[in-house]
């Protein structure tokens, strides 16, 4: 008589989730993405949760109420110009993996942006809300030859303005710093410097 012997191997959790990273910031969210873990354990894996840490804390608190599905996530819920780290555990039918390496301390904030265009030059924009009697302020720095050129820029009425004047091959920094008649705000972080690239030499802020 012969006999079989089937083994069935209980599943092992996932392995960490890979290049945890904040791809995109604001005031009160942070997107955070991932790529899939290396292994899954034996079992498809069926989402993900993410944690999130305030550098001040000792804490992790958990950042999503249902699994995650993607291997990206708005992490909501943020307190402005506090700095946060956050990572991600892969989930299967065994339990959930350890978690990924945590990503860079990032702070909540409104970002200012840019985009690059070799003929229409550099687009700066700023994502704040301007209100009436708020003044622009625009800090120009030369950062090749190590020159603080500044100039100001009043009563411009919408979030965007064009800066012309400017020497193409050269690289500009920019911030905004919002103002009514009573009060002004700190500046937003500097750009990355932007090479100039259009044959007029215009910026559009």
């Not at 083994?7 to 995109?24: A, F, G, M, T, Y």
């Not at 291997?71 to 943020?78: D, I, K, Q, S, V």
């Given at each position: 008589?012969?006999?079989?012997?089937?083994?069935?191997?209980?599943?092992?959790?996932?392995?960490?989730?890979?290049?945890?990273?904040?791809?995109?910031?604001?005031?009160?969210?942070?997107f955070v993405a991932w790529?899939?873990?290396?292994?899954?354990?034996?079992?498809?894996?069926?989402?993900?949760?993410?944690?999130?840490?305030?550098?001040?804390?000792?804490?992790?608190?958990?950042?999503?109420?249902?699994?995650?599905?993607?291997?990206?996530?708005?992490?909501?819920?943020?307190?402005?110009?506090?700095?946060?780290?956050?990572?991600?555990s892969a989930i299967n039918?065994?339990?959930?993996?350890?978690?990924?390496?945590?990503?860079?301390?990032?702070?909540?904030?409104?970002?200012?942006?840019?985009?690059?265009?070799?003929?229409?030059?550099?687009?700066?924009?700023?994502?704040?809300?301007?209100?009436?009697?708020?003044?622009?302020?625009?800090?120009?720095?030369?950062?090749?030859?190590?020159?603080?050129?500044?100039?100001?820029?009043?009563?411009?009425?919408?979030?965007?303005?064009?800066?012309?004047?400017?020497?193409?091959?050269?690289?500009?920094?920019?911030?905004?710093?919002?103002?009514?008649?009573?009060?002004?705000?700190?500046?937003?972080?500097?750009?990355?410097?932007?090479?100039?690239?259009?044959?007029?030499?215009?910026?559009?802020?």
């Open positions: 008589t012969m006999f079989i012997l089937s083994v069935l191997l209980s599943p092992d959790v996932p392995s960490e989730p890979l290049n945890c990273r904040i791809n995109k910031t604001n005031k009160d969210c942070m790529d899939k873990p290396e292994t899954d354990g034996g079992s498809p894996i069926t989402g993900y949760y993410i944690e999130r840490k305030e550098r001040n804390s000792l804490l992790w608190v958990k950042a999503n109420d249902t699994v995650v599905r993607t291997t990206e996530y708005p992490c909501a819920g943020l307190i402005e110009g506090l700095e946060y780290t956050f990572r991600v039918r065994a339990g959930q993996g350890k978690p990924s390496k945590k990503t860079d301390f990032v702070t909540a904030r409104t970002p200012v942006g840019m985009f690059t265009d070799s003929i229409n030059g550099i687009i700066l924009f700023c994502s704040f809300k301007l209100f009436t009697l708020f003044l622009l302020i625009c800090l120009f720095v030369l950062q090749t030859l190590q020159v603080n050129l500044r100039s100001w820029i009043q009563n411009v009425p919408r979030e965007e303005y064009t800066v012309t004047g400017l020497e193409r091959d050269l690289q500009y920094q920019f911030r905004v710093i919002a103002k009514t008649a009573v009060n002004i705000s700190k500046p937003s972080e500097p750009t990355d410097p932007i090479l100039v690239c259009a044959e007029n030499g215009e910026v559009l802020i």
